[in-house]
């Protein structure tokens, strides 16, 4: 129930890249909403975004590597945090859906090094495809003459879109299977066909870039295809005489993604709000009104023992999903959609608080709680809404396709 020594002592690392590097730099790449390359780069350089670092805490065996850094990345600043972990959703695509060769050959491209930094884009939700992964109309057509596989669409709320090295994209191989005829693809730099669309400003997290990508007749060779091509048959094939005897669903190549990430979002999110907590707690020490500190009224105090209360058991369920899935446990209760869900509704919740504890102050960007509210927005929306989670738990935990 508590890290060790080594985990301590990166957490320690961590965190004193973040007081010293990140949030100095917060309030200005918030104004500017621009990709914060300089502190991609410092991350770079002392060894923070790198593959081996990331690797590193992914095979941790406990499974509280990769929520201890985030939690601390995301305490930091969320916009920040964003821009140096962007990277990471498209590398767990690969992980997840990839063929050992494939992990190898990709995912040192998508970090880069210390003197020539990269980035990476997951691409998966649409225009009219966010929650609805079925609606998805971006197609991968198959030329078996060449051995290429021909992709049109577009991709929207790509974190990194358009301008990442390397993109991973999902998209529809089989129309008539839905959500089952999913497929991942690598669109490696430089490839003819895909462009950046509209780049969105945003209420909050805005120094991580966000965009549309465009993918117009962009051809990948077969190797591209996560997974191969004959492991690409066999599911549809199981997916085809599931749809026609009834059975149950199968492997879908974005939840799959989104599965093994949710509780790393979850960790974002507790870092968010332990930031907000910690203001509001030093605002209320520090704050005298009527003659006293403000914290010595019981309506201030009693908001304070709530949001720490909150973020604990956050935490906690962040800690269970990880080590759950490091342990190889299945998820038989949605373990990593609850602790997307309370943490992202804990991050909003408390920042909120911690705004009303600030009063005026709060307000304003005097002080960072209220770039933190408008930063924790985002967690109860992205990588499946806190409604989705909801349902993602009742459909388990009942066995009934709620609808």
């Not at 010293?20 to 991609?40: C, I, L």
């Not at 790198?50 to 065996?61: K, T, V």
């Amino acid at each position: 129930m508590e890290l060790n020594e080594d985990q301590r002592g990166v957490r320690d690392w961590i965190h004193g890249f973040a007081a010293e590097v990140m949030r100095p730099a917060a309030a200005e790449w918030d104004e500017r909403e621009e990709f914060p390359w300089p502190v991609v780069q410092e991350a770079a350089r002392i060894g923070l975004y790198s593959l081996d670092f990331y690797a590193q805490q992914f095979f941790d065996p406990t499974g509280l590597g990769i929520p201890m850094a985030m939690e601390e990345l995301f305490w930091g600043d969320a916009g920040l945090g964003l821009a140096i972990t962007g990277t990471g959703l498209a590398a767990i695509g690969v992980l997840t859906n990839g063929t050992e060769e494939q992990i190898g050959t990709w995912l040192p491209q998508m970090y880069g090094d210390a003197g020539d930094v990269k980035i990476a884009a997951f691409c998966s939700s649409e225009p009219d495809a966010g929650s609805d992964v079925s609606a998805m109309r971006t197609r991968a057509v198959y030329d078996e003459a060449k051995d290429e596989w021909v992709l049109n669409g577009t991709k929207t709320w790509a974190t990194n879109g358009g301008i990442a090295n390397v993109h991973v994209v999902v998209a529809v191989v089989d129309p008539e299977l839905g959500a089952r005829g999913h497929a991942s693809f690598i669109v490696p730099p430089g490839t003819p066909g895909l462009s950046q669309g509209q780049k969105f400003k945003k209420h909050g997290i805005r120094a991580s870039h966000t965009a549309e990508v465009v993918l117009d007749g962009v051809r990948l060779p077969g190797h591209c295809l996560l997974g191969g091509k004959d492991k690409l048959d066999e599911r549809l094939a199981r997916a085809r005489e599931r749809v026609r005897t009834g059975g149950a669903r199968t492997h879908n190549a974005a939840m799959a993604t989104f599965e093994a990430s949710r509780p790393t979002v979850g960790a974002q999110a507790v870092g968010i709000a332990r930031a907000a907590y910690e203001v509001a707690l030093d605002y209320a020490q520090t704050r005298v009104q009527f003659g006293r500190p403000v914290i010595d009224n019981q309506g201030v105090a009693f908001q304070l023992a709530d949001m720490r209360t909150r973020i604990d058991a956050a935490r906690l369920l962040v800690w269970r999903a990880s080590w759950m899935a490091t342990a190889g446990k299945p998820f038989t209760a949605a373990e990593g959609s609850m602790s997307k869900l309370f943490a992202g509704e804990t991050a909003k919740a408390v920042t909120a608080q911690a705004m009303q504890i600030l009063g005026g102050n709060g307000y304003t960007r005097e002080y960072p709680v209220e770039r933190m509210h408008r930063d924790a927005a985002i967690y109860t929306i992205f990588e499946g809404t806190s409604e989705i989670q909801r349902l993602v738990i009742a459909r388990t935990i009942s066995d009934v396709p709620i609808r």
